[in-house]
């Protein structure tokens, strides 16, 4: 038997060890490429061992410095602040779902389970969001479209709250004076930990990764996050290859710019963040995936 379970146990960490090692391939392969010269890629494509390595695409991020920083600020404050509004209004909705003597209780989940299998469409959504709300070119284009909320992650926050907050703790708040919203901030919140970690978790990657919201909502580029940035230089580098018949100095200078490896570089300095912060959230991310979606 216990020849059995270390013949598993080795299995299993084979296989974990094994797809450690494919995830980060592609992560190291982006990194390299920052690191490798712009001429070497174009003639030999990408490679774990370049042939010339060169930090011209950090030297030009270096020069736009000014742009990199601003665009850096935007999405730190987008992630942060799209988070927290995105997490406080989840868990106020999924709480009043996960009382069982709430009166809307069932059409309100109605209409978030709705949410999950349609939407409004594009035209729609964006007539509302430019002619209605007047978000367009505005700080909130980059947090309120989209992102804000999702009924996957209220059906998860209301999942927690029925079966880990037991009602017996509520009923015994309310006999000592405790109103909804004290009972929500003082023993709800405090006691949902690990899905509180893991839906910001979820959030703030959504948020940091966005670049849809920019690219239909936002054309000043005072606003531009890194993702946006990012995809701005592939749209440029597609149009200039589209028209390379066109001459002059302006051509021959941005022919200059080292566009391949300064994407790379981009993406590894947007992935460096969430490489930080996730060990940090893993083992609450996990717990409160398990436990959330455990029907209770």
């Given at each position: 038997?216990?020849?059995?379970?270390?013949?598993?146990?080795?299995?299993?960490?084979?296989?974990?060890?094994?797809?450690?090692?494919?995830?980060?391939?592609?992560?190291?392969?982006?990194?390299?490429?920052?690191?490798?010269?712009?001429?070497?890629?174009?003639?030999?494509?990408?490679?774990?061992?370049?042939?010339?390595?060169?930090?011209?695409?950090?030297?030009?991020?270096?020069?736009?410095?000014?742009?990199?920083?601003?665009?850096?600020?935007?999405?730190?404050?987008?992630?942060?602040?799209?988070?927290?509004?995105?997490?406080?209004?989840?868990?106020?909705?999924?709480?009043?779902?996960?009382?069982?003597?709430?009166?809307?209780?069932?059409?309100?989940?109605?209409f978030v389970f709705f949410t999950l299998l349609f939407n409004g469409g594009l035209?729609?959504?964006?007539?509302?969001?430019?002619?209605?709300?007047h978000i367009k070119d505005t700080f909130f284009g980059l947090i309120v479209p989209?992102?804000?909320?999702?009924?996957?992650?209220?059906?998860?926050?209301?999942?927690?709250?029925?079966?880990?907050?037991?009602?017996?703790?509520?009923?015994?708040?309310?006999?000592?004076?405790?109103?909804?919203?004290?009972?929500?901030?003082?023993?709800?919140?405090?006691?949902?930990?690990?899905?509180?970690?893991?839906?910001?978790?979820?959030?703030?990657?959504?948020?940091?990764?966005?670049?849809?919201?920019?690219?239909?909502?936002?054309?000043?580029?005072?606003?531009?996050?890194?993702?946006?940035?990012?995809?701005?230089?592939?749209?440029?580098?597609?149009?200039?290859?589209?028209?390379?018949?066109?001459?002059?100095?302006?051509?021959?200078?941005?022919?200059?710019?080292?566009?391949?490896?300064?994407?790379?570089?981009?993406?590894?300095?947007?992935?460096?963040?969430?490489?930080?912060?996730?060990?940090?959230?893993?083992?609450?991310?996990?717990?409160?995936?398990?436990?959330?979606?455990?029907?209770?």
């Open positions: 038997m216990i020849k059995k379970d270390r013949l598993f146990n080795f299995c299993i960490h084979t296989v974990l060890i094994l797809l450690t090692i494919f995830t980060l391939l592609p992560l190291s392969l982006m990194v390299i490429s920052s690191f490798t010269d712009e001429t070497a890629i174009l003639q030999n494509g990408y490679s774990f061992l370049p042939r010339q390595w060169s930090t011209q695409a950090y030297r030009y991020l270096r020069d736009q410095s000014d742009y990199i920083f601003n665009a850096v600020r935007i999405s730190v404050l987008v992630t942060v602040i799209g988070t927290f509004c995105s997490l406080m209004i989840t868990c106020m909705l999924a709480y009043p779902l996960s009382r069982r003597d709430f009166p809307l209780r069932r059409p309100l989940s109605f035209v729609p959504t964006y007539l509302i969001y430019t002619q209605v709300f989209s992102l804000l909320m999702n009924g996957f992650t209220v059906i998860l926050v209301r999942t927690f709250f029925m079966t880990n907050i037991p009602e017996s703790i509520i009923e015994s708040a309310r006999i000592d004076g405790a109103g909804e919203f004290k009972i929500f901030f003082k023993i709800v919140m405090p006691l949902s930990l690990p899905i509180l970690a893991t839906v910001s978790l979820m959030s703030g990657l959504n948020y940091w990764n966005d670049w849809y919201n920019g690219f239909i909502y936002i054309t000043n580029t005072r606003l531009f996050s890194l993702q946006n940035i990012l995809n701005r230089m592939l749209q440029d580098v597609q149009f200039l290859q589209s028209n390379s018949s066109m001459g002059g100095s302006l051509a021959q200078e941005i022919a200059k710019i080292p566009t391949t490896t300064v994407r790379m570089a981009i993406a590894a300095v947007g992935a460096l963040p969430i490489l930080v912060a996730y060990p940090f959230f893993q083992k609450y991310f996990v717990k409160g995936i398990v436990i959330g979606a455990v029907k209770g």
